[in-house]
């Protein structure tokens, strides 16, 4: 079965600093990871996706993401946030074997001080 | 790019009435959508896996026959919740992904918020 773990359920940062949100995953085999972002009240936009090749996924926004095997990890990262950043950050989990259905993390509400 | 359009965004209505979401997907075929709960500040639960044409695929501990969902075309799947209650009150998302294309993300609707009063 898959799994998703999101550490830190809140982060505070200060615009203009760096921001990076943790995910580890469980699957037996590759899976395909994703970021999403969520706005209060609004459906879930993509911010990137890995299915294969190149680890590090550069994604929309400015985001990028790392997908270390050896660690089942997927952390995502900002060089420098913008209050718009402001929201909910789901990491999930799919594979073609499981029907490509996601299994979504717990969440972390980034919250962006002035 | 792949866009999933869900209807209505907002509904209210007095308990023990059934509502119907609509999920289409606007320029792509989508054999199998899902759709997803998710309670306020938590994550996202998935419920089943509606399939075109045929019976859809219910997560463990999800009610079929109060959640009853319609994949009628490749482009719309419809959940129907009967008879409902308070406790039935959430924020409900469809997905679907370009299954044309090889490997794709799944992308989401907006949401639905249904309140039951």
């Known amino acids: 079965a898959q799994s998703v773990t999101q550490p830190d359920i809140h982060i505070t940062v200060s615009e203009g600093a760096s921001l990076e949100l943790r995910c580890n995953y469980s699957y037996g085999a590759t899976p395909y990871l994703f970021w999403y972002v969520q706005s209060p009240g609004q459906g879930l936009q993509l911010l990137l996706k890995y299915f294969s090749g190149d680890t590090l996924v550069q994604g929309i926004k400015g985001f990028e993401a790392e997908f270390k095997r050896s660690q089942s990890s997927f952390n995502l990262r900002k060089p420098s946030v913008h209050w718009s950043d402001a929201a909910e950050y789901f990491c999930?989990?799919?594979?073609?074997?499981?029907?490509?259905?996601?299994?979504f993390g717990g969440g972390t509400r980034v919250l962006v001080k002035p | 790019g792949a866009v999933v359009s869900q209807h209505p965004s907002w509904v209210i209505c007095k308990s023990g009435t059934s509502v119907k979401i609509e999920c289409r997907s606007l320029d792509f075929q989508a054999t199998t959508m899902f759709w997803y709960r998710q309670f306020p500040k938590q994550s996202l639960m998935l419920m089943a896996t509606?399939?075109?044409?045929?019976?859809?695929?219910?997560e463990q501990g999800v009610e079929k026959d109060k959640f009853l969902i319609n994949h009628a075309s490749l482009t719309l799947s419809t959940l129907t919740v009967t008879s409902a209650h308070p406790e039935d009150s959430s924020f409900y998302i469809c997905?679907?992904?370009?299954?044309?294309?090889?490997?794709?993300?799944?992308?989401f609707g907006d949401g639905t918020r249904l309140s039951i009063l």
């Open positions: 997905s679907a992904r370009d299954e044309s294309r090889g490997n794709q993300p799944q992308h």
């Open positions: 999930a989990v799919g594979a073609k074997a499981a029907g490509n259905k996601l299994t």
């Open positions: 509606s399939n075109e044409g045929s019976k859809a695929t219910y």
